[in-house]
């Protein structure tokens, strides 16, 4: 299990947008608002065009993970208790999409648009021509979680505030959340070792 939760080419664009902290990272004001705080008090940066580039990065990976769901609930292959999961979770990928664009508008930016249905049902990353039972659709999202997972873990270290980090544990927490119950539900083994998630 732990080669699963280390070894994945498909994170590639997670780590990039949150691994390389030290090239691109979101300025003190963008996290606060990120994490609900009002535009009142807070400092301006300088960097809001590249706060904006980074989080509608986020976005775009935001837009996936629903799309996911979607494309996993509208496929007939889940039934419940399962389908219900997956619109549960779907529904917290839709309100950090909602974070992110309001994040977004309050730096003075403007969100990047979702994908069609049909760029989804042709990505080669879903691959959803593959999904022919509930445990591919299942280990789809098992995948994107951990990949979600793994890259807002990976934007902490750059936060020198404690609260910043906050905010990005939280959104880790959710992903973490996530992949554990897929996890389970697949039948899967959890991590044998500590400190599997985020290196």
Known sequence: MNSVIKADSDLTTRRELFGG??????????????????????????????????LNVALGLEYEAIAAYQLGAESGLLKKPELDVAVLFQSHHKAHRDALIATIGKLGGKSISDKSKDDYIKSS???????????????????????ATNAYLGVIPSLGDHDLAKVAARL?????LHYTALTLTLGDSLPNGALTFGA
């Open 125 to 147: 990353k879903l691959n959803v021509a593959a999904l022919k039972s509930d445990t591919d659709v299942l280990r789809l999202a098992q995948r994107l979680e951990l990949g």
């Open 172 to 176: 880790a927490a959710d992903e973490t």
């Open 21 to 54: 902290v030290s090239k691109l990272t979101l300025s003190i004001a963008a996290v606060a608002l990120l994490g609900g705080a009002s535009t009142a008090g807070l400092a301006a940066t300088g960097n809001a065009s590249q706060d904006v580039a980074i």
